[in-house]
């Protein structure tokens, strides 16, 4: 008899190793299914939902797929412009993957894919969204990290910690070559 149960028993522990494999492999199953539907859904987004500057898109929420932070400075004949919160942000439904938070003149570059960003396109955005860019037809000098190039706007991109300034008229006694960012960003 002891030899009977001890069969069983070894049955009813084949039973339930088959059984958790199973339920194992319908969780790992369910769970690259819901990864590919919302990776589907997230490539296949209507463009007739999405607002677009300079082919950048306006979306109800930020992306983290590509997330980096430059900052801009902007002087008109030595005296500092503030770069304005919300730049890029329209009534919280729409967020454009070049936008502002606070007036401290970091730009924050959250997009769905990996891609270079202009200094111009941040500008375009700018002024479809907000106001207070300098009015000149002037071209503003560009420096970047303290150097001066001679990119245009459209061609200067945004790059990950860059300090990006730009001066319309008389430059400032003194061009900042780097910007302190906070922690995390």
């Known amino acids: 008899m002891k030899i009977r149960k001890t069969k069983e028993s070894q049955s009813d522990i084949q039973s339930n190793k088959h059984r958790n494999k199973i339920i194992l492999i319908a969780i790992i199953s369910a769970i690259v299914a819901s990864i590919a539907i919302i990776s589907y859904?997230?490539?296949?987004?209507?463009?007739?939902?999405?607002?677009?500057?300079?082919s950048i898109g306006c979306d109800s929420m930020e992306y983290s797929i590509f997330h980096i932070h430059a900052h801009l400075d902007i002087f008109?004949?030595?005296?500092?412009?503030?770069?304005?919160?919300?730049?890029?942000?329209?009534?919280?439904?729409?967020?454009?993957?070049?936008?502002t938070h606070k007036s401290d003149g970091i730009i924050h570059i959250e997009a769905p894919k990996s891609r270079d960003f202009s200094l111009g396109e941040?500008?375009?955005?700018?002024?479809?969204t907000n106001t207070g860019l300098p009015s000149t037809n002037e071209n503003p000098i560009i420096y970047v990290n303290g150097?001066?190039?001679?990119?245009?706007?459209?061609?200067?991109?945004?790059?990950?910690?860059?300090?990006?300034?730009?001066?319309?008229?008389?430059?400032?006694?003194?061009?900042?070559?780097?910007?302190?960012?906070?922690?995390?960003?």
């Open 147 to 185: 150097h001066i190039v001679t990119t245009s706007l459209k061609d200067t991109l945004l790059n990950a910690h860059d300090e990006i300034v730009l001066v319309y008229g008389n430059p400032p006694s003194h061009i900042p070559q780097f910007y302190q960012f906070p922690e995390g960003l």
């Open 41 to 54: 859904q997230l490539d296949n987004i209507t463009t007739s939902s999405i607002q677009y500057v300079d």
């Open 122 to 128: 941040f500008l375009d955005i700018w002024k479809s």
């Open 76 to 99: 008109a004949n030595g005296q500092p412009i503030t770069v304005p919160a919300s730049i890029g942000i329209k009534d919280s439904t729409c967020l454009y993957w070049l936008h």
